[in-house]
């Protein structure tokens, strides 16, 4: 997704130019590979954090962008989350892993980023816990210079993704067959579960998301999902109800594997997250 053209990469891009067209200068985003134990969630506060290395990307794509960490909105992260009783430290040595940067890196190709704040999932993946972890922050919403952001995946198993053409021809967007009947059903779902709800019942919807029976397969492990849940509470208050959302890309890579972008909120009428 990061060194190859995508619909996907396009669409995040164009999100960043209307980021700094709207004078975004904090980005706040949970991604899926790092968790903290136990009752613990982490927030990057390493002042010049490195990035950990993409298998099968040349490094030509990422080593010299200049990630640009914001200690300052970090702080006041911790401070609300400690505030909504959770258990949220700082972490001044992760380094920044690929679900991050390489969305930064296509939003701002420029390398004139805003300044990041990055959050860590907490690894007993509890919807209910990340969700209210984004009703910890939602306030933040109201504020034009903040952009909150969770990334992941619609369908991310894997174990059951197909492997044959990246290993024998490194094409990660070759599509031989169909996506399987069980990554079709559940990604249906999860455009049913955003695309249809607002303000609590999007809550409702998207944690429920994980009782189906396809959740399973379209998902061997938790850690792809969560961040839906995690926005799902930034944007699922009452006040939220008939707030838009756009479905703005889809990408399909590995055989199985669905990437799809939503923003929810727009730009005019209410506050923005992706």
């Given at each position: 997704?990061?060194?190859?053209?995508?619909?996907?990469?396009?669409?995040?891009?164009?999100?960043?130019?209307?980021?700094?067209?709207?004078?975004?200068?904090?980005?706040?985003?949970?991604?899926?590979?790092?968790?903290?134990?136990?009752?613990?969630?982490?927030?990057?506060?390493?002042?010049?954090?490195?990035?950990?290395?993409?298998?099968?990307?040349?490094?030509?794509?990422?080593?010299?962008?200049?990630?640009?960490?914001?200690?300052?909105?970090?702080?006041?992260?911790?401070?609300?989350?400690?505030?909504?009783?959770?258990?949220?430290?700082?972490?001044?040595?992760?380094?920044?892993?690929?679900?991050?940067?390489?969305?930064?890196?296509?939003?701002?190709?420029?390398?004139?980023?805003?300044?990041?704040?990055?959050?860590?999932?907490?690894?007993?993946?509890?919807?209910?816990?990340?969700?209210?972890?984004?009703?910890?922050?939602?306030?933040?919403?109201?504020?034009?210079?903040?952009?909150?952001?969770?990334?992941?995946?619609?369908?991310?198993?894997?174990?059951?993704?197909?492997?044959?053409?990246?290993?024998?021809?490194?094409?990660?967007?070759?599509?031989?067959?169909?996506?399987?009947?069980?990554?079709?059903?559940?990604?249906?779902?999860?455009?049913?579960?955003?695309?249809?709800?607002?303000?609590?019942a999007l809550r409702r919807a998207v944690v429920s998301l994980m009782k189906l029976p396809d959740?399973?397969?379209?998902?061997?492990?938790?850690?792809?999902?969560?961040?839906?849940?995690?926005?799902?509470?930034?944007?699922?208050?009452?006040?939220?109800?008939?707030?838009?959302?756009?479905?703005?890309?889809?990408?399909?890579?590995?055989?199985?594997?669905?990437?799809?972008?939503?923003?929810?909120?727009?730009?005019?009428?209410?506050?923005?997250?992706?």
């Amino acid at each position: 997704m990061l060194g190859e053209e995508s619909t996907s990469a396009d669409y995040w891009e164009k999100c960043g130019q209307a980021a700094l067209r709207h004078g975004v200068k904090h980005i706040i985003i949970m991604g899926a590979h790092w968790s903290a134990l136990n009752d613990e969630i982490q927030v990057s506060m390493n002042p010049n954090p490195g990035k950990d290395p993409i298998g099968g990307v040349h490094p030509r794509w990422y080593k010299d962008y200049k990630l640009i960490p914001d200690l300052p909105m970090g702080e006041h992260v911790i401070q609300l989350l400690r505030d909504s009783g959770f258990n949220a430290k700082p972490n001044k040595s992760c380094v920044w892993i690929h679900d991050i940067y390489t969305l930064i890196i296509r939003m701002f190709p420029g390398g004139n980023m805003p300044p990041t704040t990055v959050l860590s999932t907490n690894a007993r993946y509890d919807p209910h816990f990340h969700m209210r972890m984004g009703m910890a922050l939602r306030s933040l919403r109201s504020r034009p210079d903040v952009l909150l952001m969770g990334t992941g995946g619609a369908v991310h198993n894997l174990y059951r993704n197909v492997w044959g053409p990246i290993v024998k021809y490194n094409d990660n967007f070759a599509q031989e067959v169909p996506p399987a009947n069980w990554a079709l059903n559940f990604r249906q779902e999860f455009e049913d579960a955003v695309m249809k709800n607002s303000g609590p019942a999007l809550r409702r919807a998207v944690v429920s998301l994980m009782k189906l029976p396809d959740f399973r397969d379209a998902h061997a492990t938790d850690d792809h999902f969560i961040a839906a849940c995690f926005c799902a509470g930034l944007v699922g208050h009452e006040d939220d109800v008939g707030a838009p959302v756009e479905f703005g890309a889809e990408t399909w890579e590995l055989g199985n594997m669905c990437n799809d972008q939503y923003t929810f909120g727009s730009w005019e009428a209410f506050p923005v997250a992706c």
